[in-house]
């Protein structure tokens, strides 16, 4: 890796007009840098740390380019742990182009996620801290905001640092066993080390477990797809989630013919919502395309809203033919609720999908006030979704994921020792594993191919 302290700048708001624009430069030497264009000079190289300085910036010739704001950061109480001076400026992007090439004379442009990089090499912050800080950034919806900002706030590596303890303590229960083989410690018998094991393995598991369902739908989204008979008002349902019309309501048969996505909030979670080509048997070789790509669509879904509209008859054998081997991640809906002559239909005359569930349906109307409000309620219910965040240790990272199972599997092995009476040196050794596995996603042993790929999905200036 390159020098670290080399003075490293960028502009750090987005590209445009503005009411301001920020030009960030963090590195050695950052002050006196920018101090050589700015009025009154001194003023600035004496500014204790977290000062706003104002004055007017020169280009080296000592032309004024704009009057502006800098606020001073001292090393090492920076976000990058280095000398920062953070220069805003009046927010015409010519303006700030121009600061920025001068800066450039002395500093070299930062590298996305250039800033993070440098808080996480000065102990600033760990690496889940710095992933979670461009989560939170990119995060869509109150429950993702909330993941990240309490991963950044640095819960979870708080957590995984108590189970690393925890491992290492057991680990050296097993190394004074492997130690002193021939005496009789009371601080070591299998049964005790087992406990230990099992323990530490349900506590991994339970984060894991967690982090596939819960941080998965948090930080991917939850892709519901909506599928039923043709008029079964999916595209309806779909606007009506929506709240704009983006599909075409028609009670022609067949007017859906290829999906269409959108995202949706529903409470603080993001929905990716499909809507799709009803399924029916049909002829029609586009519409047969439609199904084929519904039927694609189902299987990629988190959850299948299959509605069952109560002004049709319920046609099992097409739903068996067409939606088979759906029903553990589907919600049967009994749409068009408003239509419901209770002579004709009720709630139990959906028994005929007897075998397939449901024992209900669940009833949705568009054309009602809150026709919608059980619906949503079910589809959190069914994801077993907080409504409210709950601080709490979540992995919400791919990356992080991938180091938790390789943990778990060393702990399994680890279990296993001990049940076979292998030896406590193989004990250890798949402690050592488990820590391994953990430590990575601390960041504790990291290489620079596994840094580069991190800090490259960073904007420039983060
Ligand atoms: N009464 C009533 N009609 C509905 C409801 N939802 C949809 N419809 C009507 O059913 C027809 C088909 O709706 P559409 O959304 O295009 O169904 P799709 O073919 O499944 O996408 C349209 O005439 C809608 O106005 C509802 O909740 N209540
Ligand atoms: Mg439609």
């Not at 988190?302 to 029903?327: F, G, S, T």
């Not at 965040?389 to 994921?401: I, S």
Request: aromatic content about 6%; proline content about 5%; hydrophobic content about 40%.
């Amino acid at each position: 890796m390159t020098d670290i302290s080399e003075p490293i700048c960028a502009i750090i708001t987005p590209p445009g007009y503005a009411a301001i624009n920020v030009i960030r430069i963090s590195g050695k030497g950052s002050i006196g840098i920018v101090a050589q264009y700015f009025k009154p000079r001194k003023k600035l190289l004496n500014s204790p740390s977290h000062r706003v300085v104002f004055g007017t910036f020169h280009t080296k010739e000592g032309r004024a380019i704009d009057q502006v704001l800098c606020t001073v950061f001292r090393a090492p109480y920076s976000y990058t742990g280095e000398d920062v001076v953070e220069i805003s400026s009046h927010g015409n992007p010519q303006i700030a182009s121009q600061i920025l090439e001068n800066l450039l004379l002395d500093a070299r442009m930062a590298n996305p996620g250039e800033f993070t990089l440098r808080a996480v090499l000065n102990g600033k912050m760990d690496l889940p801290q710095a992933e979670a800080v461009n989560d939170l950034v990119f995060a869509s919806g109150a429950m993702a905001e909330s993941a990240a900002l309490m991963q950044v706030q640095g819960i979870l590596s708080q957590h995984l640092q108590k189970l690393l303890n925890d491992i290492s303590d057991t680990r050296l229960r097993c190394e004074l066993a492997i130690d002193f083989a021939d005496q009789d410690l009371p601080l070591v018998n299998p049964e005790d080390l087992k406990n230990r094991i099992s323990n530490l393995l349900k506590q991994a598991e339970d984060l894991y477990a967690e982090g596939t369902t819960q941080g998965k739908y948090i930080r991917e989204g939850i892709k519901i797809c909506l599928v039923g008979p043709t008029n079964s008002g999916k595209s309806s349902l779909f606007n009506a989630l929506l709240k704009y019309s983006r599909a075409i309501v028609n009670p022609q048969p067949g007017t859906t013919r290829d999906y269409l996505e959108e995202r949706v909030n529903l409470q603080g979670y993001t929905i990716i919502l499909y809507d799709t080509a009803g399924l029916r048997m049909s002829s029609d070789e586009i519409e047969k395309e439609g199904i084929e790509r519904t039927r694609e669509l189902m299987d990629y879904a988190d959850l299948i809203l299959y509605l069952l509209p109560v002004d049709q008859e319920i046609n099992q054998r097409e739903i068996d033919e067409l939606a088979p081997d759906i029903k553990n991640k589907t919600l049967w809906v009994a749409s068009k609720y408003d239509l419901i002559n209770p002579d004709l239909y009720t709630i139990k005359n959906l028994d005929i999908l007897d075998g397939h569930l449901p024992d209900f349906a669940i009833p949705a109307s568009v054309y009602v006030p809150n026709g919608l409000e059980k619906l949503q309620q079910e589809i959190l219910n069914h994801f077993a979704l907080p409504q409210k965040w709950v601080d709490r240790p979540l992995v919400t990272n791919a990356r992080h994921l991938a180091a938790l199972s390789r943990a778990i599997s060393s702990l399994q092995n680890a279990l296993q020792s001990i049940e076979n009476q292998a030896g406590y040196e193989f004990t250890a050794f798949d402690l050592i594993a488990t820590s391994q596995a953990l430590e990575e996603i601390l960041g504790i042993v990291t290489t620079e191919d596994l840094l580069t790929n991190i800090f490259n999905n960073f904007c420039i200036g983060k």
